[in-house]
């Protein structure tokens, strides 16, 4: 199998290139289109994505950047210690040193991460599994991966809960309303809705296709993430494998282009991480079920690979709170 990354290559050029020039004028930048009242915002590149913090304008510029250090280095703290691709990060040094009890070694502020993946591991009877990076790593996608231990599938939403706790001790009791998206992992600070769009995973092979094929409102707490195989593939016989592979088998997941989850503040962004890699995995059926017995407050979409006749299969509590959904939207439970 030939490990080809061409697509994502591409992605990693444009993201860079985009990088390079966020990096010449990281600054702070507010909209001004409208007037002045338009929401401030920052992008900047880390964990190997992009990060945005966007705030409705209650908070001058001088304490948005304040804002955007904290959170800033929230997402680096995390990194620092979470990078598979770091041999210097605490978990790259626990792995090298033939760690067995992660969640005991690892540093206090990070142990949350740890424990919810191992939980998520048991729950789902290994469908998810932070084992899986070994497999990866054989099938040449993990190349550069300094750890046998992988929180890739959940230490983003991980990073973004810490930097929303940050805001929100910043803000104190004042009114605030920001939205914090690492890499697709989003998450609604403080007080009012911010629409989202669910990204249409078939325009990366069409690109006359729409961008994103529904829309959904996040309220205050709410976090969004998405699971998808457009993104980072290897390419056998024509077809393209996904990054995801199911944590009991080793198998390349197939069937599913993209997975949506919203979690309520209770579940924060990191659940909503691990469970768009959970639910990817499970499927529809599964995945449902998997929900409703331990993550109830869940909301989930999956979008199969099927870009002849786009559909979205959707858990009953997310069909009815789709707007503009371009597709036929089925109910599952
Ligand atoms: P995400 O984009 O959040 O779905 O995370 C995908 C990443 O999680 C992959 O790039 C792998 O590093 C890792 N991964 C792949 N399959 C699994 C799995 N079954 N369980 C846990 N992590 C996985
Ligand atoms: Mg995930």
Redesign the pocket.
């Known amino acids: 199998m030939r490990p080809v990354f061409k697509k994502a290559a591409i992605y990693a050029a444009v993201i860079s290139a985009a990088i390079a020039a966020e990096i010449a004028i990281v600054r702070l930048c507010s909209d001004r289109e409208d007037g002045g009242d338009g929401p401030q915002v920052v992008r900047w590149p880390v964990m190997g994505t992009v990060a945005q913090m966007t705030s409705r304008k209650h908070v001058d510029e001088l304490e948005f950047g304040e804002l955007f250090m904290r959170v800033q280095a929230s997402y680096s703290r995390v990194e620092q210690l979470l990078s ?1 691709w770091n041999p210097e990060s605490e978990l790259s040094r626990l792995s090298a040193a033939g760690c067995t009890n992660w969640t005991e070694a690892a540093s206090p502020e990070v142990r949350p991460c740890y424990e919810a ?1 191992l939980r998520l ?1 048991e729950e789902s009877d290994g ?4 084992r ?2 070994e497999k ?1 790593r054989a099938l040449g ?2 190349r550069g991966r300094y750890s046998r231990f ?1 929180l ?3 230490a ?1 939403g991980f990073a973004v809960d810490m930097a929303a706790e940050e805001v929100e001790r910043a803000m104190g009791g004042r009114y605030f309303s920001f939205l914090l998206d690492l890499g697709g992992n989003l998450r609604a600070v403080g007080a009012g809705e911010w629409r989202t769009g669910v990204r249409n995973p078939f325009r990366g092979v069409d690109a006359s296709q729409p961008e994103i094929c529904a829309v959904i409102t996040l309220v205050g707490g709410e976090s969004v ?1 998405t ?2 195989n457009y993104e ?1 593939f290897v390419e056998k016989d024509g077809k393209r494998l996904s ?5 009991r088998t080793g198998e390349h997941v197939s069937g599913i282009a993209g997975v949506t989850v919203v979690t309520p503040r209770e579940y924060g962004a990191m659940l909503a ?1 691990g469970l ?3 639910l ?2 499970l499927g529809p059926e599964a995945g449902a079920a998997f929900l409703k017995r331990f993550y109830p407050l869940a909301r989930a979409l999956w979008i199969p690979d099927e870009p002849a006749s786009p559909r979205i299969i959707a858990t009953s509590n997310m069909a009815g709170w789709l707007e503009r959904a371009d597709w036929p939207v089925s109910s599952l439970r």
């Open positions: 598979a993946a591991a469908a998810f599994n932070p899986v990076g990866l996608m993990g992988d890739g599938a959940i983003k993430a699971s998808g980072r990054h995801i592979l199911d944590g991480d768009s890699t959970t990817f995995v």
